[in-house]
């Protein structure tokens, strides 16, 4: 849809406000759909974000039926990935090293789980919760992934294609279906 100029204002106005999260941006798109098919439905309205920086991107997608809420939430979760991006702006540009914790020693550490009230990345070291080992990567058919990720109860599963002999991963999105993440053909793997 082509968004009016009171929220294409809007939409400046609160992207802007921490214009120095907006520093190293190389490049955003901003994208106001409609759903046409839907109308009345509590998700009428689509705001797509995808923000470009050096070395990552920031993707924010929200729905709704008040486009200006959906603007309020967006730029909210835009300012916290942004944060986040630039908290860790030293593992990403390869000056400091990436840490994982393990969930075994994080409960040894005394590590605190809640760290959902964090005001700076900079500190925060992700836990790996479970740790699967694949024990069978028999190639099999994209629909045999499915079927087999279902059985499991996952919503995703890491496998060989065997149409293409490299390894994919297929997940369950709830708003678009199954989608397979394979590598491209300039990838070797």
Known sequence: MEPSDAL????EEKITKQEELLADI???DVVF???VHSKGIDKDFTLDINIVLPKATVHV????SDMYAIIDKASDIVT???RRYYDRKGNWEGTTPWKVLEAQEALMDGVDEDDSTLESYADYVPKIS???KLND???MSEGEAIEKMEL???RQILFKNSSTGKFSMIYADSRRGYVIVEPSEALDL
Do not use: H
């Not at 294409?8 to 939409?11: H, P």
């Not at 997608?61 to 709704?64: A, V």
């Open 61 to 64: 997608d929200e729905q709704g």
């Open 137 to 139: 990567m028999t190639p």
């Open 80 to 82: 916290r990935r942004l």
């Open 130 to 132: 479970l740790r699967k």
């Open 33 to 35: 759909k409609e759903s």
């Open 152 to 154: 499991l109860g996952d």
């Open 26 to 28: 190389i490049n955003m």
């Open 8 to 11: 294409r204002t809007y939409f």
